[in-house]
């Protein structure tokens, strides 16, 4: 096998790989819907074009450099969204038909804190609730109480009280409050 096949099956296998996440992402967590934010981390795959193809970590910018095109803002949009920019971006003089995968490989944390046994950030998972979330953590403590359960939604400026089988979001802070009951 030359060494063009070679990475034409190799370019061929992660192009697979990737829509394959998609597609599972698409069913779990409305993948269309969600839009990009820091701590997020996503792969790009351009087939047939392994230079172009690469996994990026979002810091807090949401910005990051891509070849040919330059900066690129990611926060705040959806995958879809990102996919169509640099599509457009390779299209003007680059590449002639891209064809383009854009995936989420790792969702950024959610956090729960208050009077769980282990607080702090833990990896989003799509279909996390509220009390995987506090398992999570470790469980409740001594005084915490499951009644007492607040969310706070990322971007969100106020808390409101929650049930342990509401779906958490990336980004989402949980908190335990003390309780007799």
């Known amino acids: 096998m030359t060494v063009k096949a070679e990475l034409m ?4 296998i992660n192009l697979l790989i990737g829509l394959v996440v998609s597609l ?34 979002l810091d807090e910018s949401g910005v ?22 640099i599509r457009s971006g390779l299209l003007a003089g680059v590449l002639v038909n891209p064809s383009i995968n854009v995936a989420i490989i790792k969702y950024r944390n959610i956090y729960v804190g208050g009077s769980v046994n282990n607080p702090g950030g ?10 995987q979330a506090i398992t999570l953590a470790g469980g409740l403590t001594e005084w915490g109480s499951a009644s007492k359960v607040q969310i706070l939604r990322e971007g969100g400026s106020k808390s409101e009280p929650v049930s342990y089988s509401q779906a958490v979001r ?12």
């Open 170 to 181: 990336p980004g989402d802070t949980i908190t335990v409050y003390e309780g007799m009951f």
């Open 64 to 85: 990051f450099t891509y070849p040919y095109i330059g900066n690129i803002v990611a926060a705040k949009k959806t995958i879809l969204e990102l996919k169509a920019e």
């Open 122 to 131: 833990f990896p989003f998972r799509p279909g996390l609730s509220v009390g």
């Open 24 to 57: 599972l992402l698409c069913f779990t967590c409305k993948a269309e819907d969600y839009r990009l934010g820091a701590g997020d981390e996503i792969q790009i795959l351009v087939y047939e074009e392994r230079d172009l193809s690469m996994t990026v970590w």
């Open 9 to 12: 099956n190799i370019n061929t």
